[in-house]
């Protein structure tokens, strides 16, 4: 079973986090300079944090229109009320809020609308093929197995579509984004043990949905 | 430990974020415990399944679109006058001091004695200039708006952007600073490279499809009459207006102008893989497979034309596509 990581230990740990708090420390300059006025230093916070929000709006709305959508909303309300940002949490977290109450007011819209995409879908609406940029040609030498794994795609999307917007949101922070669930607290506005109870419930339904399958 | 909370902290073990001396007291359980063993194996295969969804990176015509767009609106917003960039930095002060309050009241403190005395001066002061004064303000301020129509101020109009505000103290002039943008016209040859310089902005002329249409129409009519089209980034041109003009005609006449580098360029057929694979309009799909036609050996092109051959909404698209697909030998 995985637990917390061990303390890190030697020269290589405290080098490490020296570097972070360099990166945060330029961090910190580029975001004053931005709420001082600065359009390049916000540009350049934008390039650091873009491909993360794009990522996260495109996996969990499964249109890259959508995503675009998200990924303006959200640097354009970055771009007005950065000069509220209090330093008192990490500017990641600070974004990362926006973008997830984002996602999830576009999670309640789609369920109530009942709007399902089972696979990405382009700018124009037109399905991509998520193998088609890979370099490979088996995927087009074995259509029965390129059927079996967008059937099996539909089902998932289909599973985590019956969660709650927020049991989704926490599912898709820890288990495809990777974060830590004090971190997924932060961004909700909730505590640690919340995120986890969360998870858990999440975890249980998708269970249950795609007991089926297996 | 009971299966209920084992349960959970199989769930947090599984992702990880367990502290060391819990994971250890659920290894203990674990063991002698089946049901809960079953519990992990299948929350391990319910992950196992979830992975089935893969993350997709974003592409780069994702990014460079979703950039551009952000790029314009905040191109589009407008420009804080001077005194709200004093209130935001007054309030960004406030909120930065609200960190620190022993700073804070020794500030406030500060702050409340120098403004008291530095407001008593000013009282003074004024009344003292007030009482010197008062007869020839009277008599200045009325003349004041036909002196500003005698004296030759300059006609705001077409203003571009505002470099500098002073305020001079004490009084109620200010004096801005703006740059202008003064309409002009050229003349020239379609050679001529500031012409051409000057209808490779126009592409991306966001305002008007109009001249957008315009430019793109000449400089795709340049390349396909074979005048020079290497240097000066006009195919990079034609190549945007391709990807990313919100108008069908403009998109339309940019995949003509680099029908003839389609063979050549590799960044053009890749243009016009994009632009079969993702435009809206049906009518630019069909012209690019045409395009393409010429190199359907190469196994990109194959790719696209296999996978749009069986997925695109529209029939005669998916059929155009298969008819192409028909005609050259299957590569091994």
Redesign the interface.
């Known amino acids: 079973?995985?637990?917390?990581?061990?303390d890190g230990a030697g020269p290589d740990a405290a080098g490490k986090e020296q570097a972070r708090l360099q990166a945060r420390a330029d961090e910190n300059e580029l975001i004053r300079e931005a709420?001082?006025?600065s359009?390049v230093a916000?540009d350049s916070l934008?390039r650091q944090y873009?491909?993360q929000v794009?990522?996260l709006a495109?996996?969990l709305t499964g249109s890259?229109h959508d995503?675009?959508d998200i990924?303006?909303e959200a640097?354009?309300k970055a771009?007005r009320y950065i000069?509220?940002f209090?330093?008192?949490c990490s500017f990641y977290t600070w974004i990362y809020r926006i973008v997830t109450n984002l996602c999830l007011d576009q999670l309640r819209r789609k369920k109530t609308r009942r709007e399902d995409h089972a696979v990405?879908l382009?700018?124009?609406?037109?399905?991509?093929?998520?193998l088609?940029?890979v370099s490979d040609?088996r995927s087009?030498s074995n259509p029965a197995r390129e059927l079996d794994?967008k059937q099996?795609?539909e089902k998932?999307?289909a599973a985590?579509v019956k969660l709650t917007p927020r049991e989704r949101m926490v599912f898709e922070l820890?288990?495809?984004?990777g974060l830590?669930?004090r971190t997924i607290g932060e961004m909700l506005n909730t505590t640690e043990e919340t995120a986890?109870n969360t998870?858990?419930r999440a975890?249980k339904k998708?269970?249950g949905q795609?007991?089926e399958?297996? | 430990m009971k299966c209920e909370l084992a349960?959970?902290r199989?769930?947090?073990?599984?992702?990880?974020?367990?502290?060391?001396d819990?994971?250890h007291e659920?290894?203990r359980h674990?063991a002698e415990c089946a049901g809960c063993r079953q519990e992990?194996e299948?929350?391990l295969?319910?992950?196992v399944?979830?992975d089935?969804?893969?993350?997709?990176?974003?592409?780069p015509n994702?990014?460079a679109?979703?950039?551009l767009?952000?790029d314009e609106?905040?191109d589009a917003?407008p420009a804080?006058h001077w005194y709200e960039?004093v209130v935001?930095?007054l309030?960004?002060s406030v909120?930065?001091l609200?960190?620190a309050p022993l700073a804070a009241c020794l500030l406030l403190v500060a702050g409340l004695g120098a403004g008291g005395l530095g407001g008593f001066e000013f009282a003074q002061n004024r009344a003292a200039h007030a009482a010197a004064t008062t007869p020839a303000l009277a008599t200045a301020k009325v003349p004041a708006p036909a002196q500003a129509t005698a004296a030759a101020q300059p006609e705001i109009a077409n203003v571009a952007s505002i470099s500098g505000i002073v305020r001079q103290p004490g009084t109620e002039m200010v004096e801005v600073s703006y740059n202008q943008l003064v309409p002009r016209k050229i003349n020239g040859s379609l050679d001529d490279p500031e012409i051409r310089q000057l209808l490779m902005l126009a592409t991306e002329n966001s305002s008007s499809a109009g001249v957008r249409d315009d430019s793109v129409g000449l400089l795709a009519a340049e390349c396909r009459a074979g005048h020079s089209c290497q240097g000066a980034g006009i195919r990079d041109a034609l190549m945007v207006a391709l990807r990313y003009d919100r108008n069908a005609a403009v998109r339309e006449k940019a995949l003509e102008g680099l029908e003839p580098y389609v063979s050549q360029d590799v960044r053009v057929r890749n243009a016009v893989l994009e632009a079969l694979?993702?435009?809206?309009d049906p009518r630019i799909r069909t012209e690019s497979i045409n395009l393409l036609e010429p190199v359907e050996a190469d196994?990109s092109v194959r790719?696209?034309l296999?996978?749009v051959s069986t997925?695109?909404?529209n029939p005669q698209i998916r059929n155009t596509s298969r008819q192409v697909l028909s005609r050259v030998p299957e590569i091994q």
Do not use: C, W
């Open positions: 079973m995985g637990g917390a990581g061990r709420q001082g006025g359009r916000f934008v873009e491909h794009l990522r495109l996996h890259e995503a675009e990924y303006q640097f354009l771009f000069g509220n209090r330093f008192e990405v382009d700018h124009s609406g037109d399905e991509i093929d998520l088609a940029s040609n087009f794994r099996l795609g998932i999307q985590l820890k288990h495809y984004q830590r669930l986890k998870l858990f975890t998708l269970r795609l007991a399958l297996r | 349960h959970e199989i769930v947090t073990g599984a992702y990880g974020e367990l502290p060391d819990q994971a659920l290894d674990l992990r299948q929350l295969a319910m992950k399944l979830a089935a969804l893969p993350v997709v990176e974003p592409g994702l990014v679109r979703s950039r767009r952000l609106a905040l917003l804080m960039r935001q930095r309030m960004n909120a930065g609200q960190a694979l993702n435009d809206s196994t790719q696209v296999y996978s997925s695109d909404d």
